[in-house]
């Protein structure tokens, strides 16, 4: 079992940046890939980033791309989802979840199912 753990959101102004947190108890945490989705109200969970279990294998949404970075602390059990020139359609819940490695590591990275735990998520508003 695994429980994770987000944190860093908050209200910010547009244009500002954002380091998100993602701090993971148990175990299993280090040896697998991580997700961050945001889901806005009435609607899915939408894919952000993506990171294998050794930092490599990383993917963006275009949505996202180029002003997000994810990375890893495995010495910490954290992963973390910096964002940048944020915009008032930022706003949403962020969420992290630890992927399955099958899944993942096949292409279905993006996929909300191929993640089996999800931390609780953090909000996440821009004002403009």
């Known amino acids: 079992q695994v429980q994770l753990v987000e944190s860093g959101g908050g209200l910010v102004q547009a244009g500002g940046s954002l380091r998100l947190s993602c701090a993971a108890s148990?175990?299993?945490?280090?040896?697998?890939?991580v997700g961050w989705f945001r889901q806005f109200p009435g609607k899915e969970r939408e894919f952000l980033a993506g990171i294998g279990w050794s930092g490599g294998e990383r993917y963006y949404a275009d949505s996202v791309k180029g002003r997000v970075t994810i990375s890893r602390d495995n010495a910490k059990n954290i992963v973390y989802l910096q964002v940048n020139s944020l915009k008032p359609e930022d706003t949403a819940i962020y969420y992290c979840?630890?992927?399955?490695?099958?899944?993942?590591?096949?292409?279905?990275?993006?996929?909300?199912?191929?993640?089996?735990?999800w931390g609780q998520g953090t909000q996440v508003t821009v004002s403009s």
């Open positions: 979840a630890r992927a399955r490695p099958t899944s993942y590591y096949t292409g279905h990275y993006y996929e909300s199912t191929a993640y089996d735990f």
């Open positions: 148990g175990r299993s945490f280090s040896t697998y890939p």
